[in-house]
């Protein structure tokens, strides 16, 4: 399984050339079965890794633009008269898929933001009081710029904890954008899949099961626990924001090749996991709040 990890990897960096950390670390969330926020500046190819990673694992992608005029209908899908049948017929959304992409999901109004609550919590959508799932794998990539806010809404703290990790892939180095200079003349429709659906469900049950001790549980729970009780943070990290660490702590572990985790794996992983569950009076401080609880807080022997 390592194989077809490293395959996969490959097959990404193939087009998307560079940041191999944050990659993985997308690679990480898929795996453990959460979602992924990122914050970055528009053209550094947040919507290229999307689609990388969909071609990759054979799934279906589906990409929609954030706009205040967006609905949530127009997420979720709606009912539809069928004049000729005399029925109400549903018609999908674009959220049935297997990667679904919400670009500069900040522009969307509250109201449509909350339609993605549901699904990203529990993989199923309820309109007109029917309940559908959604297809598995189902993983959610959303995207916000964190320099131009005019016309945006602040996503909400329940929204803000349901994305497993929130990460910014930055500008690539000088050799890496000279790479993608060179490398203009592949084509994300050259890109074949490496792994199927199947094997990222048998991959994600995989890593349910690397082994987290007991001592390393309570490391994450005094890790969350210190971010309530700190002075400079208004709301800690939630509960799920402790079980989010510790299903990406596993599939952390397990793409370095081992069958349990290590405190290290936490300290990495802990500022993508558990930063934007932060709630601070000014804001922007979340990161070094998070450092100083990693060199505050001592690994249970």
Not at 91 to 106: C, K, Q, R, S, W
Not at 127 to 149: G, L, M, S
Request: hydrophobic share 40%; aromatic share 6%; net charge negative.
């Amino acid at each position: 399984m390592r194989e077809q990890i490293q395959q996969l990897t490959d097959n990404i960096a193939r087009i998307f050339v560079g940041k191999d950390t944050s990659v993985r670390l997308v690679i990480v969330a898929l795996l453990s079965g959460g979602h992924v926020l990122l914050e970055d500046v528009p053209g550094v190819g947040k919507t290229l890794l999307a689609k990388s990673l969909a071609r990759s694992i054979n799934g279906k992608f589906q990409r929609i633009q954030c706009t205040p005029d967006l609905l949530p209908s127009d997420v979720t899908g709606t009912n539809v008269w069928n004049q000729r049948d005399q029925i109400f017929e549903f018609v999908p959304g674009p959220i049935f898929t297997n990667i679904f992409l919400a670009d500069e999901i900040n522009r969307a109004t509250p109201r449509t933001q909350s339609a993605l609550l549901e699904v990203m919590e529990e993989q199923q959508v309820t309109v007109d009081r029917e309940t559908r799932t959604v297809e598995k794998p189902f993983f959610v990539i959303a995207t916000q710029n964190p320099v131009e806010y005019q016309g945006t809404f602040p996503l909400p703290e329940a929204q803000m904890d349901r994305f497993a990790l929130s990460l910014s892939l930055g500008y690539p180095s000088e050799q890496e954008e000279l790479q993608m200079l060179q490398n203009e003349g592949s084509s994300l429709d050259d890109l074949q899949p490496t792994i199927s659906l199947q094997d990222v469900l048998t991959l994600q049950q995989q890593v349910s099961n690397v082994k987290v001790t007991e001592p390393l549980q309570q490391y994450i729970l005094n890790l969350v626990r210190a971010s309530r009780e700190d002075e400079e943070v208004s709301l800690g990290v939630s509960p799920r924001g402790s079980v989010t660490l510790q299903r990406t702590t596993q599939a952390f572990a397990f793409l370095e090749g081992r069958d349990y985790a290590i405190p290290d794996d936490v300290k990495f992983l802990a500022p993508y996991v558990l930063s934007h569950r932060l709630i601070t009076p000014s804001g922007g401080k979340e990161k070094i709040i998070i450092d100083r609880i990693l060199q505050s807080v001592p690994v249970e022997a």
